[in-house]
T-cell receptor, first 114, second 108 residues
């Protein structure tokens, strides 16, 4: 299975601090993606990083990818209360006829305390 | 564009009843996915379509589950008969970026 595994399962920090979440996976990938899910809501795509990329930024988000270690990290800088959510990594699997499907990890529950 | 639309948003039914979940995807995207999310198992891919054709249904748990995509603008996921263990949030997504808000299904 290519399932990503997030670490830690839960993280609680103070507003303004940085939050780092990690994801490990088992087999080779084409790309890895991070999603956010607010309680009771759907998933929101945050960022995609390709296997030939090592780092990517989007606003306060920074994603790194180490294919030799089969791991990725998501860093949220200067956290805000609105960042409270679950964060998932997803790795790709190329299905039949080229359609891409994702395999999700169990997620990290992030709580930002005011 | 209103994004991926799912209906109903909440469904409560009794064991044995038929349940139909609906998805209206964003136009212009070729792949549509149905996921199920539970606390115990996380997010699981049930089935995905490419150009309206079912490609991989290996994630469909049992014959009680079926999915159709009669055209590019509509898909259904049907459970017949439903069981309490089917209780979950069911998401429809297009490509890998756009998820619907989900349908929370409770089977009593």
């Amino acid at each position: 299975s290519q399932q990503g595994e997030e670490d830690p399962q839960a993280l609680s920090i103070q507003e303004g601090e940085n939050a780092t979440m990690n994801c490990s996976y088992k087999t080779s990938i084409n790309n890895l993606q991070w999603y956010r899910q607010n309680s009771g809501r759907g998933l929101v795509h945050l960022i995609l990083i390709r296997s030939n990329e090592r780092e990517k930024h989007s606003g306060r988000l920074r994603v790194t990818l180490d294919t030799s270690k089969k791991s990725s990290s998501l860093l949220i800088t200067a956290s805000r209360a609105a960042d409270t959510a679950s964060y998932f990594c997803a790795t790709d699997a190329r299905g039949i006829q080229g359609a891409q499907k994702l395999v999700f990890g169990q997620g990290t529950r992030l709580t930002i305390n005011p | 564009d209103a994004g991926v639309i799912q209906s109903p948003r909440h469904e409560v039914t009794e064991m044995g009843q038929e349940v139909t979940l609906r998805c209206k995807p964003i136009s212009g995207h070729n792949s549509l996915f149905w996921y199920r999310q539970t606390m115990m198992r996380g997010l699981e891919l049930l089935i995905y379509f490419n150009n309206n054709v079912p490609i991989d249904d290996s994630g469909m748990p049992e014959d009680r589950f079926s999915a159709k995509m009669p055209n590019a603008s509509f898909s259904t996921l049907k459970i017949q008969p439903s069981e309490p263990r089917d209780s979950a949030v069911y998401f429809c997504a297009v490509d890998e970026q756009f998820f619907g808000p989900g349908t929370r299904l409770t089977v009593l």
